[in-house]
């Protein structure tokens, strides 16, 4: 186990190196400039090219990439060129909202999801299957930047339950979650299906019940634990999803997250909060897929070998 982990993490150190060499090019050929957004379009010319020189940015690319690489071996991301506050400091202050939303639509939708696939492959081609299976479709189908303004208009203006907008405590990610976990919900329902239908008409599955064991235990102690599988994998890749699909829901619902200041940095050309933010998502993707591998080996022991 110990020697898939260091494997799995020397694997990572590259992955991310390559994700921060395309964002750091795609940055910088995007069209814009960041000196001309903080000074205006009736800037003094001679002012540009004097904060341009201060903020480096009037070296080669190369150089440029040099010596940010430099700056994040010590754990330096630079500092912001809107406010000039150190990168570090911006993202690590959002992030644990971003994260806090993904990892609780996740719960979400596996909490429900699950459940009702097995209930939907165990009874399937009925009518609670069809029935199960529309919800599903419809789940897959709504955009989240279409449901979050419509749970908005329901249970906060015409209900009053929940507020409109903003963060101030738990009660106000009941429906940033279910917006951003629906589209999940429905993804993982149809997965779970999908699977624990593979695994119900395989031979093993024949031959426990030509045993006598019981339909609960076939089902919890052979399909489910086979099954599980793909549907974790779906569940680890997805999580990363969840992490970049939350920038629609955070401006739907204006969570100070990490997404609306990922917005707000590209539009105002903020390379280093653009950059540390992206490199934050990326080691907790890599990071969720590490996890997903040992519960791979909780769930099946012989994938280990």
Same mark, same amino acid.
Request: a positive charge; charged letters at 15%; glycine letters at 6%.
């Given at each position: ?9 020397? =694997?990572? !150190? ?5 994700? +921060?060499? #395309? ?5 910088? /050929? *995007?069209?814009?400039? &960041? ?56 993202? =690590?202050? !959002? ?5 806090? +939303?993904? #990892? ?5 939708? /596996? *909490?429900?999801?699950? &459940? ?75 997965? *779970? ?113």
């Amino acid at each position: 186990m110990a020697r898939i982990l260091i494997n799995r993490f020397l =694997f990572a !150190v590259p992955t991310v190196i390559g994700v +921060l060499i #395309v964002v750091f090019l795609l940055l910088r /050929l *995007t069209p814009g400039d &960041p000196v001309e957004q903080m000074l205006g379009q009736f800037a003094n010319p001679a002012d540009i090219v004097r904060i341009r020189n201060q903020l480096g940015l009037d070296k080669p690319l190369l150089t440029q990439f040099i010596e940010y690489m430099q700056g994040i071996l010590r754990l330096d991301f630079g500092r912001s060129l809107k406010n000039n506050e150190p990168v570090k400091d911006i993202i =690590f202050r !959002v992030y644990p909202l971003t994260l806090l +939303l993904s #990892v609780l639509s996740m719960i979400f939708a /596996l *909490t429900f999801s699950i &459940p009702m696939g097995i209930f939907s492959a165990v009874r399937h081609y009925s009518f609670m299957d069809n029935f199960v299976m529309v919800f599903g479709l419809l789940g897959v189908s709504i955009p989240n930047f279409w449901l979050g303004p419509m749970l908005i208009l329901l249970f906060s203006v015409q209900l009053g339950i929940f507020n409109v907008s903003g963060f101030n405590n738990w009660y106000d990610l009941v429906l940033p979650v279910i917006t951003l976990g629906t589209a999940m919900w429905a993804f993982l329902l149809r997965q *779970t299906r999908s699977s624990v239908l593979d695994v119900y008409r395989m031979d093993f599955v024949t031959t426990a019940y030509a045993k006598g064991l019981s339909r609960r235990t076939v089902l919890y102690r052979h399909i489910l634990r086979n099954a599980l599988i793909p549907v974790v994998t779906v569940a680890g890749l997805q999580l990363g999803a969840l992490l970049s699909g939350a920038v629609i829901t955070e401006r739907v619902f204006a969570l100070p997250g990490l997404g609306d200041t990922i917005i707000s940095a590209v539009k105002s050309r903020d390379y280093p909060v653009v950059q540390g933010a992206i490199i934050l998502i990326s080691i907790t993707y890599v990071i969720v897929n590490i996890i997903t591998d040992i519960i791979y080996t909780l769930i099946d022991p012989r994938i280990e070998l």
